[in-house]
């Protein structure tokens, strides 16, 4: 009843648990932005960031410290260090915050959590043939509001649009004649067009609120508005301005497939669940789209699509593995009574980690999946064992159901309960000692694979004896259930055989024995030096890529636009592969998302791919880089996964040092599209004032700075209903160097040009000044193949080109994705020693003994050989996820190891000769060893034999257990009996030379002789 509990409450939560692509990542890095439109990069520099550099850095726990001068805004990153609540440490950043002034033009701060699960999730570009101003306004009006209410739905971001406005150009001479500049007549706008309370009036025992409505209610009001009055003549702002509607300067466009659109980025609530919302919002979209005919909604990114195919993936490979089990049992045991005993295992335990999913709050992501398709064949390990044993007693021994189910279950119980808790130990150094994005995303894997063997041990020590003493009482009438296989008994008894005579030729003779093991040794230590180099994430799907196209410095809407539009048309015409095309495009750069008809699963395929259209596209006075997008961000919100930062105070020291590392780098293959911070020069024009002049006219700065803002850019002054009404000057639209000259500046007495106050030059200045950690820095980027050497031979060759320059080493770091890289592990490697450390003490404690261990410990090197092989057939480096498998093999190579020895102690506990009880644990435990090992290794195949989205995040944990326990269990029988007897014989001698010491110590004490 208890197991059928469990497995109830597991159905239950099973639905109710949330679905997402990965775990919430949330990293203990905050990015702050601080909006100062109209200041240069030097003024954000002086005024804001060094300010702020100086109380950001009393924060506690803060471990870097990076910003960058922009102009019109600073941008800070801060990472604090591990362990630090983000919450705790936004809060401590806006108390910061309030104890600085920032300057009038600096507008609120805007605090930001780096989180890669935060990415948008969905884009849905909106077309319709009814015109975009009306498009954009039903967007944002009707649209918008209902997806922001759905559940899960944190923000909307809109791309793309075009709002109406209404325009007033006005002749800048006239106006200046009056007395006036554009900035006075925006505040006579603000003045006349207003609606707002104004107090109560009372009217008896009745109160009312008082209010004024001066509102513009059409341009008329608008042409009407008096802007100059005297006794005798009253001017109007159509004697002096043009009035129009029209459409405001647009900063961004979006299209998709060539057809203007509206783009609508979703991004989810910090814990709402990825498909829930994506579907939400679908859901919603289509509802939108059958009121609406005209529309059109192209979905240009779908992470569902990802998460659909993903966990479609996991779930076979589960099932199959779990089929796979039954198949591997029901053929051992040639029964189908007792097969269906040991799998009522499977969907007890793996249902039943549901519920703790949902008490936890775990979601169905990649990686919890995958812990579960590791589990499927290992969870049948001890009700394997447990059962099988029971069956020999009862079947070779002759004792009763009910004594069989006892005194079996018995016998085994320390060795199972050891061989599970090593294979769950492994798990407590992966979790706690990984930190970063990967610490995270392991615990998902962790907590499913260790709750369900958790939940399969207490089915094997309760579930499987009651079954077996029940069903064993009735055994003559399961003989028709029984099955027989003759050539598979034979050749079972054929490989025990071979075995027995192995082992018993090498117990007898030892200094072969000893040959064979330095053989078998040498040639595990061999493939451990010939596996390839380590990386962090495999390659996935390749069906998505990214075209960023860049202009100079300085370069208008239009003409990207232009280049943007006739790269379009490139792709279209000349690559039919390409099924949606999805373009942003705003002043200096714009980017297409690219979606391809195909998925390509090989690296090679898709770099070839990416260099062909490396080669083929071009754009004349424009930057093109062609990527691959990855599922996962690692750039520690740097953008690019090649990131060096130089920090020196001196700028001529820092500037010879990035031309000679950028020289340097360009010799590494692998890196593409490098780059530096200072590459790219803002041009800028500088008018320096003559204050002496503007004092004689009782001018002042702010007032130059003022009227020629306007004249750049002109003034919004308010709004008639929802459109803004836009002041500017009349002339043309993208105002010339002499046009500015001759800006007229309205003095007490007459009208000069500015050329009489000011000189204007053109210069360059860097568009970003970035600092590190309070040093001037400048950055250097770069970014990865997709078919690759691994990561650690790229750093290796970093490393060797920073080792020609050691005085760089103190102002040189390496950052964003190789240093997660790095740091990872480091991680990983502690965890693995760790791991062993908690194995050997697991076993130190059950068999009461320092050696025994030993002896099992030195199994693990035997899963080197079919590590080799099975990462060099399927091409993978050593990744993370191949590093926690081969983690993961640590527990499990030694469960063979343990049923053995533990079997070896009992009999020689009997009064059996060592050599004896070892060929007779070997011969009865042979069996359950194979069940397991074999139902272990066919129940992570399909996941080494997955193909699609989102395979190569587990893939390959399958090719490491299925490869790794293959050569360990067939080694294990031979190794560890013969190793087992080496390691006592060697701790005997030992001790007896303990003893002979003692000995001799005392009688040389007493005075007598040796």
């Known amino acids: 009843m208890l197991s059928l509990s469990i497995l109830l409450l597991g159905l239950f939560c099973m639905n109710k648990t949330s679905i997402d692509l990965f775990p919430p990542v949330h990293l203990p890095t905050l990015m702050i932005v601080i909006p100062a439109p109209g200041l240069s990069s030097q003024d954000i520099e002086q005024k804001i960031t060094t300010p702020l550099e100086e109380v950001f850095n009393t924060l506690s726990r803060l471990e870097k410290l990076r910003s960058e001068s922009r102009s ?116 006579l706008f603000k003045q006349e067009n207003i609606k707002k309370q104004i107090g109560t009036f009372e009217e008896g025992h009745y109160e009312m609120a008082l209010k004024l409505n001066s509102e513009f209610k059409d341009i008329e009001d608008i042409q009407s508005l008096p802007v100059a009055l005297s006794s005798k003549h009253t001017l109007l702002l159509k004697d002096i301005a043009d009035i129009s509607p029209s459409f405001e300067e647009r900063k961004t466009l979006a299209r998709v497939s060539n057809q203007e659109s509206v783009s609508l980025s979703i991004k989810k609530a910090h814990n709402a669940a990825t498909l829930d919302v994506i579907d939400a919002v679908k859901k919603e979209l289509t509802q939108v789209a059958e009121e609406i005919p005209a529309l059109r909604v192209t979905y240009s990114k779908d992470d569902s699509f990802y998460i659909n195919t993903s966990r479609s993936i996991l779930w076979n490979n589960f099932w199959q593995g779990s089929v796979l089990t039954f198949i591997v049992v029901l053929l051992f045991l040639k029964s189908w009574i007792t097969t269906l005993i040991i799998s009522t295992t499977i969907p007890i335990s793996i249902i039943g980690t549901f519920a703790f999913m949902k008490y936890f709050g775990i979601s169905q992501n990649v990686f919890s999946l995958a ?105 003559k009438k399961l003989e028709p259930f029984m099955i027989k296989i003759k050539w598979m008994d034979r050749m079972g008894i054929k490989i025990q055989n071979y075995f027995l005579k192995t082992l018993s030729y090498f117990l007898n003779a030892p200094k072969k024995a000893a040959l064979a093991l330095l053989g078998i040794y040498a040639l595990c ?164 004032l003559d204050f002496q002049k503007l004092k004689d006219h009782h001018l002042t700065a702010d007032q130059i700075s003022h009227l020629i803002y306007g004249h750049m850019t002109g003034v919004k002054a308010t709004q008639l209903g929802d459109e803004d009404i836009f002041i500017t000057e009349q002339g043309p639209t993208k105002a010339s160097l002499e046009d500015l000259q001759k800006l007229p500046i309205l003095t007490q007495n007459k009208i000069l040009p500015l050329s009489t106050f000011s000189e204007i030059h053109e210069t360059t200045r860097e568009q970003t000044i970035a600092h590190t950690d309070r040093i001037p820095s400048t950055a250097i980027y770069g970014y990865l193949k997709a078919d690759r050497r691994s990561l650690s031979m790229i750093l290796r060759d970093i490393d060797s080109l920073m080792d020609q320059k050691p005085s760089w080493a103190s102002h040189v770091s390496i950052e964003s994705t190789f240093k997660i890289f790095k740091e990872t592990f480091s991680d990983l490697f502690i965890a693995l020693v760790i791991a062993i450390i908690l194995v050997y003490m697991i076993l130190a404690a059950q068999f009461e003994s320092f050696a025994q261990p030993i002896t099992l410990i030195l199994s693990l090197p035997l899963a080197a050989i079919g590590v080799l092989i099975g990462v060099t057939l399927w091409g993978l480096y050593l990744h993370v996820i191949v590093m926690v498998g081969i983690i993961l093999l640590v527990g499990i190579t030694c469960d063979s190891g343990i049923l053995i020895i533990e079997y070896v102690n009992i009999l020689r506990e009997r009064g059996m000769d060592r050599n004896e009880a070892i060929l007779t644990a070997v011969k009865h435990r ?80 007493e005075g007598g002789s040796p």
Not at 112 to 123: A, K, Q
Not at 436 to 442: E, M, P
Not at 932 to 937: L, N, S, V
Not at 968 to 980: K, R
Request: with cysteine; aromatic share 10%.
């Open 72 to 187: 019109n805004q600073a941008l800070f990153l801060l990472k604090f260090k591990w362990g630090t609540s983000i919450d705790f440490a936004a809060m401590s950043v806006r108390e910061v915050l309030k104890t600085i002034a920032l300057p009038s033009e600096a507008h609120t701060p805007l605090i930001h959590r780096w989180d890669p699960s935060e990415e948008p999730i969905l884009r849905a570009d909106i077309s319709s043939q009814s015109g975009l101003e009306k498009l954009t306004t039903l967007i944002e009006n009707k649209i918008r509001p209902r997806l922001e209410r759905l559940k899960g739905v944190a923000t909307v971001e809109i791309g793309g649009g075009l709002h109406g406005q209404v325009k007033v150009q006005i002749d800048p001479e006239k106006l200046a004649s009056r007395g006036l500049s554009l900035y006075q007549l925006s505040e």
């Open 371 to 475: 812990g579960f398709s590791l589990a499927a064949g290992m969870v049948v390990d001890s009700s394997t064992v447990i059962l099988e044993n029971i069956y020999r007693h009862f079947k070779e021994e002759g004792k009763s159901p009910w004594r069989a189910a006892v005194e079996g279950t018995q016998e085994v119980w320390m060795g199972v309960i050891a061989s599970s808790l090593t294979t769950m130990a492994i798990f407590i150094p992966v979790v706690y000692c990984i930190k970063g994005i990967f610490g995270i995303l392991f615990k998902d894997i962790a907590f499913t694979f260790v709750i369900s063997m958790v939940l399969a041990l207490f089915i094997g020590f309760t579930l499987i004896p009651c079954l077996s003493a029940l069903l064993l009482k009735h055994e």
């Open 525 to 688: 230590f061999v493939c451990i030096a010939l596996l390839p180099g380590f990386d962090l994430l495999p390659a996935g799907e390749f069906k998505n890529f990214l075209i960023r196209i860049k202009g100079n410095p300085g370069s208008h809407l239009e003409y990207i636009n232009e280049k943007t539009s006739l790269l379009e048309h490139t792709l279209q015409t000349h690559h039919p592969e390409i099924e949606t095309l999805a373009t942003s495009v705003k002043e200096e750069e714009s980017q297409i998302y690219t979606i391809l008809k195909k998925s390509l699963f090989s690296e090679k395929k898709s770099e070839r791919y990416l260099k062909s259209l490396r080669q083929e596209l071009h754009l004349p006075d424009m930057e093109l880089k062609i990527l691959d997008v990855p599922k996962l961000d690692t750039t520690e919100g740097y953008g690019q996964p090649f990131t060096l930062i130089i920090k020196h105070p001196d700028v001529r020291i820092r500037k010879d040092m990035i031309l000679q590392l950028m020289e340097s780098l360009k010799t590494i293959p692998d890196i593409l599209y490098l780059s530096s911070s200072e590459e790219r020069a803002q041009p800028e024009l500088h008018v320096t």
């Open 926 to 1005: 042979m069996r359950p060893i194979l069940i397991t090992a074999i139902t272990d290794i066919v129940g992570t195949a399909p996941m080494a034999f997955s193909t699609g989205a989102g395979a190569e995040m587990y893939q390959g944990f399958g090719v490491v257990t299925m490869f790794g326990l293959t050569t360990a269990t067939f080694l294990t029988l031979l190794v560890t009996p013969l190793m087992y007897t080496w390691i006592e014989d060697l701790y005997e001698f030992f001790q007896l030379k303990l003893l002979w010491m003692q000995v001799t110590f005392f009688k040389q004490k």
